[in-house]
């Protein structure tokens, strides 16, 4: 049967379901069967009553099996013609798609209802994406079809953004976890799109949905509001570097939107809020390029915080503001502290809301150019972490009634959670946030120019802020020295000062450094994640004098900790003794990896350690590992192996 007598039986109701999935599959698979008059014919069909019957349909909400297959029939044959139907959009092809683009208005909402949203937005994207294929690289004379493409284009995107606006939060509540995923992912998807179109019109599809933005206001219509946000920020990626932008975004971030959202949390839905607020964040880089508007930003961005909501997108917004506007906030550094000290004053705020914010303040205290004030303030921001590490203490000794103890409990805590635990988890999480906040920024990591201040002035501040972050760690391992989660957060803590150059809180004494690491034995738990923080330890370790003497205590200490291996004699030949790899994998593995580090780095540490039988014992774990089963220690001990041969080779570095 050719594909014309399908394409006829298809309005013969008896065998639709048989022939639309013939022509579906034939469609997306082997478009090369359908001859230009059988095309034609089909095409026809679509703009024929009987189809028309359809359209109606889907659009007032009908999305039963035989509709469901009429639009997919529809979409294949609009993909299998996509070519033609781009260059004949302002003559033939101009009723099939606006028959796509109508569709995106059918009646019910994306995923959860309308189950041919999601396919016409992916049609029109591609649609998008292969414009830029037929047109000419010449711009002398522009293709006929152009406009009306850029305009089918620009009502795709006007009809998919007011399918993604949410209902009232009631209707939400009555959707399942598959309905909620979703619609987000059609939102994703719809996003895809507008990129795909601002890639072809440029900065007047933003301009649409700033001048929505700001209607929405004007009319109080917060859902629409939020959708219309949403869209916004979905094209931030596209205007970072475009400065075309920046008089529709002044429009939005000018108006009247922080007032509302900061007076009108009664009346504005949450959802609105925390988008508007994630907004604010997706356009950080013309902030930066307009500081004026940086204080009212963070004004609300830090009022935000003290609303459970709230805080998480907040938080997030403030950290990624402060990290990259930090030249231009430091003098405003002590109004930010005071802000953080009455939140945290009148509630616990949850770990992640707490490490972003501890870490934002730092990266504006970094940009302070005197030391001794910058130091100053490290100081203030330290007291935050220390204040939540007395109420850890107060927790683990179970001091006090209920009513307090619940007080001094991370929002965050799930029942079966230890709170003591919990909260000193949140204080190291904080601690490395400092410790990520405080890190030179990579564009001003050289600054040859840089005034050095006299090292009177503040030689004294910096040693009592590092034994402030030294006696943090100890006395929370102290507390809990046998949970893992302690020992990972810890090692975060201290890799942050690994890539400094220049003195820092967080940049430590190399000796007391490789003491601490070095004083873990083998029953420490995850003992091999303080191996992989002594590897990239060993890296940052400079000056010739001082590196031999610190790669050689390491050194040692790793091979006392190999030496506690079990032994494995079962199926072991007569007098061979084979190391069990596999009780410590990860120390083994990461043994292999700082060995191999220490090799590159000065080859004299390894090759002559002693006691000789140390060295003897260590290059016969090392073949051990490499004949063993685990495959991470047998490829970390094959890499060692390799660095070992070309040893006499290397220049110490």
């Known amino acids: 049967m050719s594909s014309g007598n399908v394409i006829e039986l298809l309005t013969v109701g008896t065998v639709y379901d048989a022939s639309v999935e013939l022509l579906i599959e034939a469609l997306s698979n082997n478009p090369s069967l359908f001859t230009p008059e059988t095309n034609e014919v089909l095409e026809i069909l679509l703009k024929s009553p009987w189809a028309a019957e359809y359209y109606q349909r889907m ?32 003559a033939d092809s101009s009723e099939i798609l606006s028959h796509l683009c109508d569709l995106l208005l059918a009646q019910g909402y994306p995923v959860v209802e309308d189950r041919i949203f999601v396919p016409l937005v992916e049609f029109w994207s591609s649609f998008a994406e292969t414009i830029p294929d037929h047109l000419s690289v010449d711009d002398s004379e522009e293709e006929p079809w152009k406009a009306p493409a850029y305009m089918l284009l620009m009502k795709a995107c006007s009809n998919a953004w007011q399918k993604i606006t949410y209902p009232p939060s009631a209707a939400v509540a009555d959707w399942d976890s598959n309905d909620r995923a979703g619609f987000a992912d059609s939102r994703k998807d719809v996003v895809d799109l507008l990129q795909s179109v601002y890639a072809l019109v440029g900065p007047q599809l933003l301009g649409r949905f700033a001048a929505t933005v700001l209607l929405s206001l004007k009319d109080a219509a917060w859902l629409r509001l939020e959708a219309a946000v949403y869209c916004l920020g979905g094209l931030a990626d596209c205007c970072q570097v475009d400065d075309r932008c920046d008089s529709f975004l002044a429009s939005v971030f000018h108006s009247k939107l922080f007032t509302i959202l900061r007076d009108g949390r009664a009346t504005v839905p949450t959802r609105t809020q925390q988008t508007c ?12 390029r307009n500081p004026a508007l940086l204080p009212p930003a963070l004004e609300l961005l830090f009022s935000s915080l003290g609303n459970e909501a709230m805080a998480s997108v907040a938080s997030k917004s403030i950290l990624r503001l402060c990290s990259s506007c930090r030249a231009h906030l430091h003098t405003d550094i002590d109004a930010f502290l005071a802000e953080y000290a009455r939140v945290v004053s009148q509630q616990q705020l949850d770990c992640v809301t707490s490490e972003r914010t501890i870490g934002a303040l730092s990266s504006v205290a970094q940009a302070i150019a005197s030391p001794p004030q910058r130091y100053s303030q490290y100081g203030r921001i330290l007291e935050f972490i220390e204040i939540d590490l007395r109420k850890c203490q107060r927790l683990s000794m179970q001091k006090g009634d209920d009513s307090d103890l619940l007080q001094l409990v991370c929002l965050d805590t799930s029942p079966e959670e230890n709170p003591s635990l919990h909260m000193a988890l949140k204080v190291l999480r904080c601690l490395a946030g400092m410790g990520k906040g405080v890190q030179t920024p990579a564009e001003n990591a050289i600054n040859l120019e840089h005034e050095k201040q006299p090292a009177v002035l503040y030689d004294d501040v910096l040693p009592q802020l590092q034994r402030r972050i030294v006696t943090v760690i100890v006395e929370l391992q102290k507390m809990f020295p046998n949970s893992s989660e302690i020992t990972e957060q810890i090692c975060h803590v201290l890799r942050t000062g690994f890539s ?17 690491l070095t004083s873990h034995s083998f029953a420490t738990p995850r003992v091999g994640l303080f191996i992989s923080t002594a590897c990239s330890f060993t890296s940052s370790v400079q000056g010739k004098n001082s590196q031999q003497g610190i790669l050689s205590a390491v050194l040692s200490w790793v091979i006392g900790l190999l030496r506690q291996f079990p032994y494995d004699n079962t199926g072991a030949a007569v007098g061979a003794s084979q190391i069990d790899i596999s009780a410590e994998p990860e120390v083994a593995q990461n043994a292999m990896e700082i060995s191999s580090r220490i090799l590159t780095k ?12 140390m060295a003897e014992f260590f290059f016969f774990f090392a073949l051990q590992a490499l004949d063993g089963n685990e495959p991470l220690p047998k490829a970390a001990a094959a890499e060692f192996w390799v660095c070992a041969i070309s040893a006499d080779e290397i220049t110490p570095r």
């Open 59 to 90: 659009t007032d909400g009908d999305f039963t099996f035989d509709s469901i297959q009429f639009a997919q029939l529809l979409l294949a044959f609009a993909e299998a013609r996509m070519p033609l139907l781009i260059q004949n959009c302002h």
């Open 277 to 288: 607020l994630q907004l604010i964040e997706l356009y950080t880089e013309y902030f930066e």
């Open 500 to 516: 400094e150059s220049e003195a820092g809180p967080f940049v430590l004494p190399p000796s007391e450094v490789a003491q601490y």
């Open 602 to 613: 000065d080859p004299s540490v390894i090759l002559h350690i002693q006691p000789a039988e």
